[in-house]
């Protein structure tokens, strides 16, 4: 790990190489997700411990030694991609039973998708190090790719800032009948070569930047699967980083997963009623359900060659969701055994096929993927695993002595710009307003309100209804002056044109298109002109989560 970073008064950190500003911290969001950051009780019986208490690591740690034996971990050794020696050192001890994982994953988004997957994978080596020094043994980092999702809307695009600050989307085709294969099948089309040259030319002319287009182009070909692109660029991108990768579609994985996807089918009416029971008692302690239930189905797709299908319970066995296609339960049965390529886990099982042929003892989880952990842990019990110590992801905000220069300029900080930018730009011009016209607006407002009042008053007693006549009237005089002070503000923008395209620059780098920097961006860009010193800096400025500051969490609680 590199030198840790330098605090800052602004409640951010410099990174000591790239000596840029970074505000970091857990995202937020839902009142389930500030709940488990602040470790409220209500939630203590969702979620198998605290990712602030050590002993809930401990006792994660005790059960995974107890369950998963040697000869069950080493089934998966070829399917893990270490990144660098000590990783692969690390990969042997864990696999002999001598070591434990901290896991995360994500979607195979083009050129590696939005910056939060690198932060969930920074998140997730920079826990295991806490955990190795808290637990005395190995900890391995693991990325899980999970090239069984078949959404190709939610992957095939990526969003930049180019050199004039805007933001350019880059997309491959979606075309409508294309079928809904998942992305280790995926093939990418001949268009991949133009996408890869404009995002080439985004890219800054800098010492790190002709390595970082080769290994795009290495990649991202004609040919080469979404999955297997994106494999190749995460192990590039993060080989100064002591981890392992594995594919969700690796065959090792698949026939090692098969016999927890046949139990799932055969208990499925069951474990329906587990995970709506579940839910309904997150919903009763006043949080919300992120993934629907279906209790109808079970929590595994087949594949076909027109796609990914969900199974679904049929009078006489089981059928396909989209094409109606039939299977009796023994057929299915022997397709699991016999060709468990063809299947693969949703996204309530899949975390349970993870804990179960992993030693995962602790889980780094976006804001989405930790709320549905809440309503999966007696799923996992069902299979005979605990479920891991769910750890939110650390989020952060890149903040360039650009955008600090023009922060300071107008007075705001990153955190301000989460407001829709015409509400900022309208803050601005108005403190620019003269305060002839300022105080001008005030007293008409002032007179209006007063006289009208006293009118109103007046022509009450003559007839009662009239007050309300006259403050309709009232209110359309204020609506008037209202009008009145949004177009001496509008002639104003236009005075001040530079200043409110400087605000749009910083919107577009901080928030862009109203997304949070990280959810709105890729990575690539601030790669090309910081190097992988940012890379570094980022995971060194990553709080460890352990200092008891939670209470004790004993455990999921199935009712």
């Not at 509008?490 to 780098?509: A, F, M, P, T």
């Not at 939670?550 to 199935?558: I, M, S, T």
Request: with cysteine.
């Amino acid at each position: 790990m590199s030198a840790p970073a330098s605090a800052s008064p602004r409640g951010s950190v410099i990174g000591p190489q790239t000596g840029l500003e970074l505000h970091i911290g857990r995202p937020g969001g839902s009142n389930l997700i500030r709940d488990l950051v602040a470790g409220a009780p209500a939630l203590a019986p969702f979620y198998a411990g605290h990712f602030r208490d050590p002993d809930a690591f401990r006792r994660k740690a005790d059960a995974v030694h107890a369950r998963l034996r040697p000869d069950l971990r080493a089934r998966l050794s070829d399917a893990f991609v270490p990144t660098s020696g000590v990783a692969e050192s690390k990969l042997r001890e864990v696999l002999a039973g001598r070591g434990l994982a901290v896991t995360t994953g994500q979607q195979t988004g083009l050129f590696g998708g939005p910056f939060y997957t690198v932060y969930k994978i920074l998140s997730a080596v920079r826990l295991a190090e806490s955990l190795e020094s808290q637990l005395g043994e190995p900890v391995l980092p693991i990325f899980w790719i999970a090239s069984d999702d078949h959404d190709w809307a939610e992957v095939n695009h990526t969003a930049v800032v180019d050199a004039s600050d805007d933001v350019r989307r880059l997309a491959l085709d979606d075309p409508e009948d294309a079928p809904r294969v998942p992305m280790s099948e995926r093939a990418l089309p001949e268009e991949i070569g133009s996408v890869v040259d404009d995002l080439a030319g985004v890219l800054a002319d800098t010492e790190f930047s002709s390595p970082l287009r080769r290994l795009v182009r290495d990649a991202y070909r004609p040919g080469a699967t979404m999955a297997a692109a994106f494999g190749t660029l995460m192990r590039g991108l993060l080989a100064g980083f002591d981890l392992a990768l594995i594919d969700a579609a690796h065959p090792a994985l698949k026939t090692a997963a098969a016999p927890i996807l046949a139990r799932e089918v055969a208990d499925s009416p069951a474990n329906a009623l587990l995970l709506r029971a579940q839910t309904d008692r997150l919903l009763a302690a006043g949080y919300h359900e992120q993934v629907t239930v279906s209790d109808d189905a079970a929590n595994v797709f087949m594949h076909e060659a027109d796609g990914r299908d969900r199974l679904t319970r049929a009078e006489r066995g089981w059928q396909l969701r989209r094409t109606r296609r039939s299977f009796s339960s023994a057929e299915l049965e022997r397709l699991l055994a016999d060709e468990p390529a063809r299947f693969s886990p949703n996204v309530f099982l899949r975390p349970v096929v993870e804990s179960a042929l992993i030693p995962t003892v602790a889980y780094v989880a976006g804001p989405g993927e930790a709320s549905y952990f809440a309503q999966i842990g007696c799923l996992f019990k069902a299979h005979g695993v605990e479920p891991p110590i769910v750890v939110p992801r650390h989020g952060v905000t890149i903040v360039e002595p650009r955008i600090r220069r023009l922060l300071d300029k107008f007075g705001f900080e990153p955190a301000d710009f989460a407001r829709p930018l015409h509400e900022i730009t309208t803050e601005v011009v108005q403190s620019g307003l003269p305060q002839s016209v300022t105080g001008g607006l005030e007293r008409l407002r002032a007179t209006i309100e007063r006289e009208y009042d006293e009118l109103a008053s007046a022509a009450a007693a003559i007839d009662p209804t009239l007050r309300e006549w006259v403050a309709g009237k009232r209110n359309r005089a204020l609506i008037d002056v209202a009008t009145t002070e949004r177009k001496i503000v509008g002639h104003l923008k236009k005075r001040r044109g530079d200043e409110i395209r400087q605000l749009r620059r910083v919107s577009l780098n901080l928030h862009p298109d109203g997304a949070p920097q990280e959810r709105g961006l890729n990575a690539l860009p601030y790669l090309a002109r910081y190097g992988p010193g940012l890379l570094r800096d980022i995971a060194a400025a990553m709080d460890a989560p352990l200092d008891r500051r939670a209470a004790d969490w004993p455990g999921v609680d199935c009712g």
